[in-house]
């Protein structure tokens, strides 16, 4: 099942907002699921 990646990327996101995001896409990627990212403006 592929899972889709909606959020922003903007070097002003806070750090443990960038953090807790790294965990939860690695939690899932061990769960065997594969991630549909979409290119934003920056």
Avoid: K, P, Q
């Avoid at 443990?16 to 995001?21: A, D, G």
């Amino acid at each position: 099942m592929n899972v889709g990646i909606m959020c922003g990327s903007r070097e002003t996101a806070s750090m443990e907002s960038r953090l807790s995001n790294s965990i939860a896409v690695s939690e899932i990627a061990d769960m065997g699921y594969t991630f549909v990212m979409g290119a934003g403006e920056t």
